[in-house]
């Protein structure tokens, strides 16, 4: 279970950590201390996966092309707000794009599944990164 939580930061973190340390203690101490955003990663598989399903059930091939780009862009936002807390802008895009995309879907259709879904998950990121924008940095000691 544990090499499923190290392996993603293992494949993301940069080639800097190999070529600083020699014993792989040091690159597993130094991976776990960087702070993940699970939130986002999450974000950006629900946006993925239901590109896929949209794809598999109905064939629609825009479906899976905006699943695997936004999708993509999310999870690329994900990866640099775990390596950089403030630096939400991708993310923020992808997500404030989402909202404005499905929430007009979900306003004309009136149907909850994927357009409401997505609109929903879409504006509570964009909340989410909204507050991380507006929290003052803590003065290190």
Do not use: H
């Not at 991976?31 to 109905?58: E, P, Q, R």
């Not at 879907?105 to 989410?128: I, Q, W």
């Amino acid at each position: 279970m544990l090499l499923y939580l190290l392996l993603p930061q293992l494949v993301f973190c940069s080639s800097s950590v190999f070529q600083q340390s020699v014993n792989p203690l040091d690159i597993l101490a130094s991976v776990s201390n960087m702070s993940v955003d699970w939130v986002g990663y999450g974000y950006s598989a629900l946006i993925t996966s239901g590109g896929i399903i949209g794809y598999v059930k109905a064939g629609s091939v825009p479906s899976l092309a905006a699943g695997l780009l936004f999708g993509g862009l999310a999870g690329c936002g994900a990866y640099q707000i775990s390596n950089d807390p403030k630096n939400v802008w991708v993310s923020l895009a992808t997500s404030g794009a989402l909202t404005g995309i499905m929430g007009k879907r979900f306003y004309s259709s009136r149907k909850f599944m994927p357009a409401g879904l997505m609109a929903g998950a879409s504006l509570l990121m964009v909340g989410k990164l909204s507050l991380a924008l507006l929290q003052k940095p803590v003065a290190s000691q």
